[in-house]
Structure formats: C-alpha cells, structure tokens
C-alpha cells in the first residue's frame, strides 16, 4: 500500500469536495451543481472509491460499494433476462441493458425529454476492480450475490456494441471499455476465488491485442484508429496490458503528443467538440498518475502543476477549461444548451488524488 504524502492540503481539499458529494445512501453525485450530472455513475463513482481508500477515507469508499451492492440487488431481474437472451442467441432488449447511472437513491432515472445514453458496460467492471482494491480480495458474504450478478453480466455481454467512456459511439466496442471489463473479470475471480471469470478475461485481452491495435499502439476501437486518453487505463490501473510492453508505451507516447494542449492539458481525442472539446483536469492527472507510478517523476510533476493551475474558486476542480478549444464554437453552444460547464467534478478531484497518493496497491 502507497501512502507517501506530498501535499496534505491538496488531498485534503479534494476530499471536501467528495465528501460534500456523496448522498446518505452512499452513491457519489458526478457533479452537484451541473444540471445533467446529478446522478451516480458507476465509472466516476469506481474511481471515486479508489481515491477515497487511497485517501484512508475507507468508511466512504465502503458506503459507495455498498450503494452498488444494493443496486445491484435490485437488478438481478433485468441481468437475468439478459443472460437469456445472450443464451439463446437473441439480443438482449434495450430495456434490460443495465444502465451507466442511476439517482442518488439508487433507482433507475426517469424518462427524460433527452434520454441519456445509458447503455454502457464499463462501470461494472471498475466497479468490481474497485471492489477488490477496496477488500483486498476478502469478499464479505453480503457482496457474494452482487459480484457474480456483475461478472455474469460481463461475461455473457463483452461483444456487445455499447456507448463509451465518454458516451458516445454507441454502435461499437471501444478498447477502454474492454480494459475495464477484463479487469472487472479478474477482480471477480479473486474476490468470488473461481478462476472460472480468468477465462472470458482472457478472451477480452486477447481481442485487445488483434482488433484493437493500428500503426503500432492501441487505438479507440476496431473501427477508429484514433488514441484515446481513457486508454491510459489499460495499464493505470487495469494492468489488463503492462505499462512496460512496448505497444503500451507507444499508446502513452501518442496521448502525451497528439493530445496534449499547447498549455501541456490533455484532450479526451482528437475531433471532440463536447463543450469545444478542450482538455481534461481528470485526464491530465490520469496521464501524471500513470506517469508517478511507472517513474516518469517530471511527468507526474508537470501534470500536477498544470492541474493546480487551472484549478478554479474554492480550489475546486472543473471537467474541462475552457480556453483551448479544438472547436471554439462549441463552447458556446453547450454552454447555452445545458449551462457552464461541471465544476467541481468529483472525479477530477479522484484523479488528482490517485495523482498525489499513487493509488492503493501497485497495478502494472
Ligand atoms: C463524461 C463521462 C462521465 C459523465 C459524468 C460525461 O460527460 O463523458 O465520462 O461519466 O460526464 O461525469
């Protein structure tokens, strides 16, 4: 367990803004003040989780998993008819697809006027690859239930088209999503102890490395040949692919140059244009995270300087600045349509925490 602190207040500060975001039934807000993320997330909420043990804030952490737990719970019927379908060679319904948030009191969100797309698979692998950092591969009884819903659900729905990190490209599988599920999988196997999930995480893996690859680093998807930062993950923290082997290196290389701001932030991918498609706080730390932990000590350094210059009022950490935009028009046009854009955003805070503390146990 890493628990070298660097600066106090920093940590500290961020776990005020978490902690003012997590609901009495345990789900962390993504965002309190911006209009579309009042919900939780499984994706932000994982990372959140991770942060929080990394913080030694662990009664926190275990009020988010246990949110999950039961949310799960209430699931199980859906996940069932699921299984079904993919059983039997069908499609599983939209409505049975379980969804990438739900309101703070753990129930599905109602109907909107913009129905949200809400079929994405990541969440529930972070979410059991938090679980297992969170336990340490010693599942209490009441979890059993819950975490083989979550890998059965993986398993039988990997090769499924779904909706991405940043929910989009619904109609194709996306290499980060997978990362996320295959260390989802091998998280199950150590908490459940059935080496059974090692197999299905195998297979993941295994397409990773023939469909997803172009010109000699990870890409997207099999159908984009563009770099992602969400693939940082693959190695930080999923260890689904070492931060040694060389085509991770080269993907890492390609995020810092193709996606770095001319400020040094960095860009989810090239051609976003979501609120002008500017870079990230969590993905700038996410890069200084990977960095930290495979000894690239200017690297992390330079991401927490950049970082602590943008924070905004309160020390509060934003989703995206706004002034390098890759489409300057588009700042505009989100910001009439849903209003300024999230700040703080508690994953952002999560990252720059990961960032300073280096995670709960080593992954790559
Ligand atoms: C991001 C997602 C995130 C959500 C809530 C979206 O705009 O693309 O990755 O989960 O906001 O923070």
């Given at each position: 367990m890493t628990t070298t602190t660097q600066t106090p207040d920093l940590v500290a500060d961020s776990v005020r803004v978490i902690l003012d975001g997590q609901a009495a039934s345990g789900a962390y807000v993504?965002?309190?003040?911006f209009s579309q993320y009042r919900f939780g997330w499984l994706r932000d909420g994982a990372f959140v989780a991770l942060a929080m043990d990394a913080a030694d804030r662990h009664d926190s952490a275990r009020a988010f998993h246990e949110w999950v737990r039961r949310v799960l719970e209430t699931q199980s019927g859906r996940i069932e008819r699921v299984l079904e379908a993919v059983t039997a060679g069908r499609e599983p319904a939209p409505e049975d697809r379980l969804p990438t948030r739900y309101t703070l009191d753990g129930a599905e969100e109602p109907e909107a006027d913009e129905a949200w797309p809400n079929f994405q698979l990541d969440g529930y692998g972070t979410w059991l690859f938090a679980l297992n950092a969170h336990l340490n591969g010693a599942l209490p009884p009441e979890f059993e239930p819950s975490v083989r819903s979550a890998a059965r659900y993986i398993a039988a729905t990997w090769r499924l088209p779904c909706y991405d990190y940043w929910e989009e490209f619904g109609d194709r599988v996306h290499t980060s999503t997978l990362a996320a599920l295959a260390a989802g999988l091998r998280s199950a196997a150590e908490l459940l102890a059935e080496n059974e999930w090692l197999d299905a995480a195998d297979d993941i893996v295994a397409f990773i490395r023939s469909e997803c690859v172009a010109d000699g680093s990870f890409v997207k998807g099999p159908e984009d040949a563009r770099v992602d930062a969400s693939l940082v993950s693959l190695a930080t923290p999923f260890g689904v692919i070492p931060s040694t082997d060389p085509v991770m290196a080269a993907t890492i290389e390609r995020i810092r140059t193709e996606l770095s701001s001319p400020s040094g932030g960095i860009r989810r991918y090239l051609g976003d244009s979501y609120f002008g498609g500017n870079p990230w706080l969590l993905l700038t730390a996410w890069l200084g995270w990977h960095d930290r932990l495979t000894g690239n000590a200017a690297g992390a350094q330079r991401a927490r300087e950049w970082v602590l210059a943008h924070r905004s009022e309160g020390n509060n950490l934003a989703e995206q600045i706004l002034d390098e935009p890759q489409v300057p028009e588009a700042v505009a046009e989100w910001t009439e349509r849903w209003g300024p854009v999230a700040d703080p955003l508690l994953w952002s805070h999560a990252k720059l925490i990961l960032l300073e503390r280096g995670g709960v146990r080593t992954w790559s």
């Open positions: 993504a965002s309190p003040n």
